[in-house]
């Protein structure tokens, strides 16, 4: 056996209880993820200052996301959900190297259109890129979780989120320079899928590596109204931080990311809820065991509706003294810079509730392949978006932002909630029309 095999052979060992080690690992991916974009822009600031960390927090948390959903193409939960085989591994991977390309060029050209300064311009173009290889793993890791093996997938965002950031922020510390800091970045985001998702790949025998050009089409096709769907999720997710961009400076730009962090401890909560059974949802929706899956639904609701609950109390109770802590180690300079949007910071809390809840009605509607009613939503949440992000911004800066989120989250949550029970029950009466439900 080479070194090569030793080591995947290392990555795919899961002691006796596979199921547990899907739950842990999963658990531990998206605990680094989203630690990591939950304080990589709080760091930044304390480390290169306000303007710096300003442009750091729009590049990798809103632009460089964006173009990360264009590369990943929302095709994760067709994916995932693929229990059939209808493509194989290196169709999603072919497609995949083509949405990765697009993602490059379209944020090249967005940069070079939009007049920013080459220093701003190349750390944001930079942050494309370690955010387009994240898009490119997520082929894998996706292919991981379809396989049965979620652990795999979490083994992946773990050691590469750690690798990557561990040598980004050894960078900025060594050097100083956030453009430099963020090619290292680059470098340890390549190494990572390397590292850890092409040799596990290569040991799993039942993964399909044949690809072809005439599948992509199909699935481009199959997937479209899921990726325009996700495109415009993450517009209408990131809004008010576009707002702000356009309409004030980059250091309001670093402060509404630092109020706008527990979003991240929101999904990361309701991803360790959803993520795992998203699998169980599937099968029993395709074997019609309908009341598995409607007594799975409530369950899985109740229980992120009562982690929001905890979330908002917590974030009004805590909120003060957590932003004067963050003052303190950001330095004397920020004193009273954050505090004075505790309200904003609860709010932004609830918002994030409500997205969580949005998110796992998402999926449901993708399960009973419903792209055009997730389309219909949020093209009209794209549109209110557009018109009220940049009004309330303008109105009261970023008290505004945080208000347009909770209120374009709400509506959001509402219509896919409504959406998924009004189809939920309208799949399963034509199946009993049909004669193809087998059990009640």
Not at 393 to 407: D, F, H, M
Request: charged share 15%; proline share 2%.
């Amino acid at each position: 056996m080479s070194l090569g095999e030793q080591w995947a052979a290392l990555l795919m060992r899961t002691g006796r209880n596979k199921e547990k080690q899907n739950i842990l690992w999963n658990m531990a991916g998206s605990f680094c993820y989203a630690l990591a974009s939950m304080v990589l822009s709080f760091l930044v600031m304390r480390i290169v200052g306000k303007e710096q960390g300003g442009v750091f927090a729009f590049g990798f948390g809103t632009f460089g996301q964006q173009m990360f959903i264009l590369a990943y193409f929302g095709i994760r939960p067709f994916h995932v959900t693929d229990g059939t085989g209808e493509y194989r591994f290196g169709d999603y991977l072919l497609h995949r190297c083509l949405t990765c390309i697009i993602a490059l060029a379209a944020g090249a050209c967005f940069l070079l259109v939009y007049g920013y300064t080459p220093w701003k311009a190349g750390v944001i173009f930079l942050l494309v890129c370690y955010k387009v290889i994240d898009g490119f793993a997520d082929v894998y890791e996706s292919e991981f979780q379809r396989t049965g093996n979620l652990y795999l997938t979490g083994k992946s965002n773990t050691f590469r989120t750690v690798l990557s950031v561990g040598v980004f922020l050894a960078a900025l510390l060594a050097g100083g320079s956030l453009v430099y800091a963020c090619g290292a970045a680059v470098i340890a985001q390549i190494a990572g899928v390397a590292a850890f998702d092409i040799p596990v790949r290569r040991r799993l025998l039942s993964v399909d590596m044949r690809g072809s050009l005439g599948r992509v089409a199909p699935l481009t096709k199959a997937t479209s109204l899921l990726f325009v769907s996700v495109f415009l999720d993450f517009y209408i997710f990131s809004a008010a931080k576009y707002a702000i961009n356009a309409h004030m400076d980059d250091v309001a730009s670093g402060y509404f990311n630092v109020i706008f962090m527990p979003t991240s401890v929101i999904n990361l909560a309701s991803g360790f809820v959803i993520r795992p059974v998203l699998t169980y949802l599937t099968d029993n929706w395709e074997k019609g065991k309908y009341r598995e899956f409607v007594k799975l639904l409530w369950g899985i609701s109740g229980l992120i509706g009562a982690l929001s609950v905890l979330a908002v109390a917590l974030a009004w109770i805590l909120g003060g003294p957590v932003l004067r802590i963050m003052e303190r180690i950001l330095g004397a300079s920020y004193t009273g810079s954050l505090t004075c949007y505790h309200g904003a910071f609860v709010v932004v809390v609830l918002g994030g509730g409500f997205y969580a809840i949005l998110n796992l009605y998402y999926y449901v509607l993708v399960i009973l392949r419903r792209q055009g009613v997730i389309f219909g939503i949020y093209a009209v949440l794209a549109v209110l978006a557009f018109l009220l992000a940049p009004a309330l911004v303008k109105q009261s800066g970023i008290k505004g932002a945080a208000l347009a989120y909770l209120i374009l989250m709400m509506t959001m949550a509402a219509g896919f909630t409504a959406g998924a029970w009004i189809f939920y029950g309208a799949g399963r009466r034509k199946r009993f029309e049909e004669g193809k439900s087998f059990r009640g």
